[in-house]
Structures are given as C-alpha cells and as structure tokens.
C-alpha cells in the first residue's frame, strides 16, 4: 500500500460536503456501517457497494478489532467472523482500495484507536493516515478515541487530507462538546442513548436535544446512531439531525441475505430519511 | 513517611508517555466524576476514618509480616519475609481497593456496583464490599474462569452477587471487563465501574493505587521497626499490577529497595502461551490506556496464558510500564512449572497455601534472596491465599503424574 498513486486523491471536506448535499437535497444523509471481511472481503466489499447503490451517502467501512468494547453482540459477532479469518488492517485496507474507485459516495475507516496507532509497530498515525488516503478513504471514526485525546490523530488525518469524526453522548458535559466541536472536520456522531451499538426497538429521548446542544456550537453536520435500525426510526432522526447512522441491522441483512438484503434495508432507511426531512 | 512521587509527566493522567484515557465519549463525564470524588475524598477526614475503621475492624489491617524461616533456608541466602496479604478478609490484597472504591462509589450516590474478574478474588472481593454497604453487585466473568475458579463463583453468589460468564473472545479476563465497559456505558447514571486493578482509564490506575498502596506503607514501617533499614528487595507478582503496585509505592523514592516484578510466564516465553506482558509484549492502548500489550503486528490483542486464572492478562498498568521505562523496577517472569514449585514451596515449607498468581513471585524470590547473600532482607507480597485453587492444582498435577498422594495410592 506505500506506493504508486492514490486510487482516488483525497480532497479534505468530502465527508462534511456529502452530509450537506443530501440536506440541500432534501433528506438527512444515510450513514451505513458495514464491517471488512464480514462474511468474506469479495462478499463485504459487495454488500458496501450494493449500500451505496441502494441510497447510502456514506459508508462506514469497520475494521475489526479483538477487543470491540463499544460493539454490541450483532456487530461483535460478525468482526470475530472476519478475525477468524485472519484478515488484517492491511487487508481491509486493499479491500477499500478496490472499493471506493467503484462508488460515487465517500467511505470512511470506522476502528477502534490502538489499530489506528499500532498500524504495524507502534506510534504509527502517520503511516495509517497515508494508507487510509492512498485507499482512497475520505476519513476515519475512532470511538474510543475521546476528542480530549484526540491531537495527535486529529494532526495525522489533516496531513493526509483525512476528515475526522469525533463522538458525542447525551451525558457529555459542556467543556466535552465544546472539544468535540473543535477537534470535528467532518460531522460529529451524536450517540442517540447512552449504550454500544446494536439495533433497539425504541429510540431514545435523549438524541434530539444533544443535537440542539450540538448545533450551538458547530456548523459542521450532526449526524445521529445507536439503535436506529429501520424507516419510522431512520424517519425519527431525519427529522431533527443531518444524517442517519445505521450498523447493527445493515449488519444483520448482509449475514441473512447478502447484497440483496443490504440494498433492499438501505433503499427503505433511505426511504425514512426523505420523509422525516420532508416533515421538518 | 515520604510524599507519594508523582510521575514525571505534569498531567495527572499520564505516567510518562503511559496512561491516558482512550475510552467512549460516554465515560469521560463518570470518569471525570470519579477523580473529583477521589480526590475530594483524600482529603476528607471522615472518609479517611470511616476507610481506616474497615481496613482494621472489618479488614484485618494492619496484615501480618512473617520470617519465611524455611524460604530462608531453602535459599540460602537473604532472610526472606511474607507480607500476609492471604490474611485479609476475603483472602487478599484486592479487598484494599474495594473498600476504598466501595466508599467512593456511594460518597457518588451509585446503588450499584459493575465489576470483572479473572481468578474470583475481585469479584469475592466486590461482592463483599457490595453486601456490606447495602450496594447491588454484578461480576463479569469469563465463562473459562468460571470453570477453573467455581469456588469463588459460589462464594459470591452466596453474598448476593449476580455472576455472569462472558462467553465473547478468549472468555477469559480481558473479554470479562470488555463486557463490564459495555455495561458501564449503558449503566453509568447509577452504577460504578468498580475496576479490579490498577489498569483502565485514567482516573482508574491512580485511584486503584491510591487504595493498596497501604500494603507497601505497612511493609515499611514493620521491616524499619525489626531492622531499623529498609528491605533491599521487594517482590510481587503482576497481572493487572495492584498487589505490585501497592507494596512497591511506598518504596519508589528508596533507590537502594530493589522492585522486582514477576510475570506469568506460562509455557515459557519463547512459546505464546504466557501472559508475560512486560517482559514479551509490546507498548500499545488497551482498556483505555496505553502501556503494554500482548498484541500482534497489527495491535490486535493476543490470546494469553497462564495456569493462574488471575494473571492471565494481555495487558498491565501504565504506571508499571513507566516504572520499567525509567527502570525504577525490573520484571521478569516466572513459568507455569515454576509457580508449581514455589507453591509446593510455601505448602511445605512454611504451611501456607498461596493463590496461584503469588505462587509465580516465590522462585524469582529465592534467586534474590540468593543473589543477595545472608546480610540481605526481601519481602514478597504473599498477595492472596490459594483455597481456591486447590481443584485445579490437583487437576494439572494429576496430568503430571505429581498429584499428592498418587505415589501412596500407587
Ligand atoms: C491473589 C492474587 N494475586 C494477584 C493477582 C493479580 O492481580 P494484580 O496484578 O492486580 O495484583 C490476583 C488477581 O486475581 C489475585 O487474586
């Protein structure tokens, strides 16, 4: 991955700009999570492509990680699938630079952080930042990665013309969205409820006004996961947020259907997102 | 007693370069409060007394040293002294932290308590400072722990405890406190992550070690009272690192008392079964600090092992990796096969049954105190005792033909 030329140079501000042409479209941006490897690369790497096809305007490439703690068991369960396979981040990585030459949407790395900082030895956020880029990725999200903590990365992603997406939860204090905010190039991540990922039948309380709190104190977009896991919810979040994140049930029609299954939920989700934009 | 040294590093939070807090934005806000709360609580004479009064009337503090006069023999060498942590309520040094948290978890209006464990004993020793303030407990445990340490599962059933085995990844330890994490994240308004070590996020490691590091102010002042010195060694086993951790605090401004650390190294290191993370591992981020690992190339966490369930560990404390980095402490590791032979060792000759994870610090022990030569004094932290591992001892000593009494029975 460290030489010849980028399969898609990386323009800074593409993932920020992507949220933003949906809503001048007239819908919330469709966030979709899938991870590497899951059930096989070939089989990921199609069922991202049918999402993007289906109406997603934004992929969330995961890379598996040992020791998921922000996962719940849905997206837990598929990972280990992908470990068991051996696949490493270099793999996932060639996976991604096969991809996003394909798609018309930009993708991002979605991992946890010591992957990002061990990318084959230690104090290695250059090294994967450049990849990342050459792959053709538009930014990474890292959720253990605290915008407190979040320097060093946030320094590596804009030498390679990475966007950064740093996470919010309806607990953090003021002093954290405020970091949160500074440290965002692409949208900020409010988690809907205090939890880890997975599909819930409700939605929270909890969502809309963190977005309000967001909103007076960043012009970047907020987009809104956890638990959001078909139309009427997708609809929910539309109505007050600028994207709709989706994980765990993408995650479970690849498993049960494949590529078919992924584009079929994602033109409802997308669905979902029209209306409850159209309902603000 | 001399002032507690602080890390080089200004920020509170890091040990050197070691440390941090690389957990979910959702933590940050509990994880701030619980600094706030400890601190304030340090400085709270009634906290204080109301610790002192557990640590002493409910605790067993101050716990025994003992002239390990077989040891001393066997080595030849140094006197050897045991700090008896086994003595303590619960059977070791784990039930320090948990009274402090314990106390700091309702001082922050938590009616329930979050905890992992690997061998049991911080799950015993949660679920008891659970029943004794009137808290509820959950213990995250791996589902292969639950097996090889059913004792203490049952132990903590009876106290009221809700145990449940964690069947994700390598079932063992590290997955247990994923598992606790995720709890966390989903329970934080009205639960406290009572973290079983000196490991996790900032403010977890100097909390943690705030609360043991009596062992080692106790150890002081009773090796100055006999000999009016300071040891020349001290040694500890180290999983997570709070036994070590809380018998070497007091001795770091002593340049002249050697702190020796002893590693699980399982089937030897130049296998991958062990779980000798300062010896063998590599530096990276996990559980939400940076320090050690057991990792691959990739920073992907490496399965471990070892014949003791608690020090069966991928990674270590980062006030410990700082204390190697600036070679503070040494640590080495000692083998399945030896920890066999130093708890053979303390059973004959000094009438103890160690835990397993002490069991590993006794040889490395005798080769120090050998080393040292007569004119010498070390002092192992005997950390916990070792009636919860008698299945399994009896277990891996029947697969090797050594299991007491199968020579009589023939
Ligand atoms: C008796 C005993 N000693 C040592 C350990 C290892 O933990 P630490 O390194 O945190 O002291 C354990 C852990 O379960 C234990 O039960």
């Known amino acids: 991955m460290s030489a010849g030329q980028p399969a898609a140079p990386t323009v800074p501000g593409r993932v920020g700009r992507a949220v933003r042409e949906a809503g001048a479209q007239g819908r919330a941006a469709l966030i979709v999570y899938l991870p590497a490897g899951y059930p096989d690369l070939d089989t990921s790497q199609a069922c991202l492509e049918a999402a993007a096809e289906a109406g997603a305007d934004l992929l969330e490439v995961g890379f598996p990680y040992s020791d998921p703690l922000m996962d719940g068991p849905t997206i837990q369960a598929a990972c280990q699938v992908a470990l068991d396979h051996g696949y490493t981040p270099h793999d996932d990585l060639a996976m991604c630079a096969r991809l996003t030459p394909r798609i018309a949407v930009p993708a991002l790395v979605m991992t946890y952080y010591n992957l990002v900082w061990h990318y084959g030895g230690v104090d290695r956020l250059d090294h994967f930042a450049a990849d990342a880029a050459q792959a053709g990725l538009a930014g990474a999200i890292l959720p253990d990665l605290p915008a407190s903590e979040g320097e060093p990365w946030a320094r590596a992603a804009a030498a390679h013309g990475l966007d950064t997406v740093f996470l919010a939860a309806p607990a953090s204090r003021d002093a954290t969205l405020d970091a949160v905010a500074q440290r965002t190039t692409g949208f900020v991540y409010a988690s809907s409820t205090m939890g880890v990922t997975g599909a819930r039948t409700a939605l929270g309380s909890e969502a809309a006004p963190l977005v309000a709190r967001l909103r007076a104190r960043t012009s970047d977009p907020i987009c809104v996961g956890l638990g959001v896991s078909n139309r009427a919810q997708a609809a929910e979040v539309a109505s007050f947020a600028d994207g709709v994140i989706v994980g765990s049930a993408v995650v479970r029609a690849a498993g049960e259907g494949g590529p078919e299954a992924v584009a079929e939920l994602v033109a409802d989700l997308a669905a979902g997102c029209r209306e409850g934009h159209a309902a603000r | ?410």
């Not at chain 2, 043991?212 to 002042?221: C, D």
């Not at chain 2, 991928?314 to 410990?320: A, F, I, K, T």
């Open chain 2, 1 to 410: 007693m001399t002032a507690a040294m602080e890390p080089a590093s200004a920020d509170l939070a890091h040990f050197g370069r070691f440390g941090g807090r690389y957990v979910p934005e959702a933590l940050t806000g509990a994880l701030d409060e619980l600094d706030v709360a400890a601190r304030d609580a340090l400085e709270d004479p009634a906290f204080q007394a109301r610790l002192d009064w557990l640590r002493r009337d409910y605790g067993g503090r101050p716990t025994a040293l003992t002239l390990a006069e077989g040891l001393t023999e066997e080595a030849g060498g140094a006197r050897i002294y045991l700090k008896r942590e086994d003595l303590a309520h619960t059977g070791s040094h784990k039930l320090c932290n948990v009274l402090g948290q314990g106390l700091l978890a309702q001082r922050m209006g938590k009616r329930r308590l979050i905890a992992e464990t690997g061998a049991g004993q911080h799950g015993v020793a949660t679920a008891t400072i659970a029943a004794k303030l009137g808290l509820e407990c959950v213990v995250y445990m791996g589902a292969e722990d639950c097996r090889r340490q059913h004792l203490n599962v049952v132990r903590m059933q009876l106290m009221g405890a809700e145990v449940i085995p964690v069947e994700s990844g390598s079932r063992t330890l590290k997955d247990a406190i994923n598992e606790a994490m995720r709890d966390w994240v989903t329970s934080v308004s009205d639960s406290h992550y009572l973290i079983g070590s000196v490991v996790g996020p900032d403010p977890f490691p100097r909390v943690v070690r705030d609360f043991v590091r009596v062992i080692g102010e106790e150890t002081r002042a009773q090796v100055l009272d006999r000999h009016g010195r300071l040891p020349d060694a001290v040694t500890a086993c180290v999983g997570g690192g709070s036994n070590a951790m809380g018998i070497f605090h007091a001795f770091l401004e002593d340049p002249d008392v050697a702190l020796l650390g002893i590693e699980a190294g399982g089937e030897g290191l130049d296998t991958d079964r062990h779980s000798a993370t300062l010896t063998a591992g590599t530096e990276g981020i996990l559980h939400g600090a940076r320090s050690w690992v057991l990792q691959d190339e990739w920073g992907q966490v490496r399965p471990t092992h070892s014949v003791s369930a608690g020090l069966d560990y991928p990674g270590v404390g980062p006030e410990h990796a700082w204390l190697r980095d600036s070679g503070r402490a040494t640590y080495t590791a000692a083998t399945d096969a030896e920890a066999l032979e130093g708890f053979s060792l303390l059973a004959r000759r000094e009438g103890i049954l160690p835990a397993l994870e002490t069991a590993h610090a006794v040889v490395p022990t005798l080769r120090r105190a050998r080393e040292l030569g007569p004119e010498g004094i070390v002092v192992m932290n005997l950390s916990g005792r070792g009636d919860k591992d008698v299945d399994e001892i009896t277990e891996v000593l029947e697969a090797t033909g050594q299991a007491p009494g199968a020579g009589a029975q023939g």
